[in-house]
T-cell receptor
Framework: DTAVSQTPKYLVTQMGNDKSIKCEQN?????MYWYKQDSKKFLKIMFS???????INETVPNRFSPKSPDKAHLNLHINSLELGDSAVYFC??????????FGSGTRLTVV | GENVEQHPSTLSVQEGDSAVIKCTYS??????FPWYKQELGKRPQLIID?????GEKKDQRIAVTLNKTAKHFSLHITETQPEDSAVYFC?????????????FGGGTRLMVKP
């Protein structure tokens, strides 16, 4: 059983489109996160959700919106995609004060 | 917020040599210090971690040492092997008003030459 699963693994889309990435965890963790990894490998937090409440929202464009229907899911919606959004997006989950378990990543390419 | 720096950014060693990567952080409230390994095209995976009440932890060829006073912790890999080649990230955990999270360093690309 995959602990943290993301879909899709690859996403190629045109500028201006709207897309979603899904994430699910079966670990019973109470917090889920979205990280963006750019071409230089920097991992930057975008959002986190704890018990369906957004507790971190770094300075990301409001074209990005997280949606958590329940504790086990945290989806990422992106509107009006831009070239600069191309990156690998990682979902992760954790219990408080412990390590993260990452999903396998979604490589987004905007053309 | 937390400021995290890793050094060096790239490290090349001969197989069998040791490798050391250092991570400095700014938030004295940080209390959990993991290291992640990311192979090419894969997800970051936890390889070792340490909590603030411990100074050193070892797991076979890898070890982590923590100096809370100086606010730095280091990853030590002995008897390096080609499969150790990857990008390594430190990620101190902070509990703060802005939320609880890991803040990742910029990464260290380790290359082990056979």
């Amino acid at each position: 059983d995959t602990a943290v699963s993301q879909t899709p693994k690859y996403l190629v889309t045109q500028m201006g489109n709207d897309k979603s990435i899904k994430c699910e965890q079966n670990l019973g963790h109470d917090t889920m996160y979205w990280y963006k990894q750019d071409s230089k490998k920097f991992l930057k937090i975008m959002f986190s959700y704890n018990n369906k409440e957004l507790i971190i929202n770094e300075t990301v464009p409001n074209r990005f919106s997280p949606k958590s229907p329940d504790k086990a899911h945290l989806n990422l919606h992106i509107n009006s995609l831009e070239l600069g959004d191309s990156a690998v997006y990682f979902c992760a989950s954790s219990r408080q004060s412990s390590s993260y378990t990452f999903g396998s990543g979604t490589r987004l390419t905007v053309v | 917020g937390e400021n995290v720096e890793q050094h060096p950014s790239t490290l090349s060693v001969q197989e069998g040599d040791s490798a050391v990567i250092k991570c400095t952080y700014s938030d004295s409230a940080s209390n959990y210090f993991p290291w992640y390994k990311q192979e090419l095209g894969k997800r970051p995976q936890l390889i070792i971690d340490i909590r603030s009440n411990v100074g050193e932890k070892k797991d076979q060829r890898i070890a982590v040492t923590l100096n809370k006073t100086a606010k730095h912790f280091s990853l030590h890999i002995t008897e390096t092997q080609p499969e150790d080649s990857a990008v390594y990230f430190c990620a101190p955990f902070t509990i703060g008003n802005a939320g609880n999270m890991l803040t990742f360093g910029g990464g260290t690309r380790l290359m082990v030459k056979p």
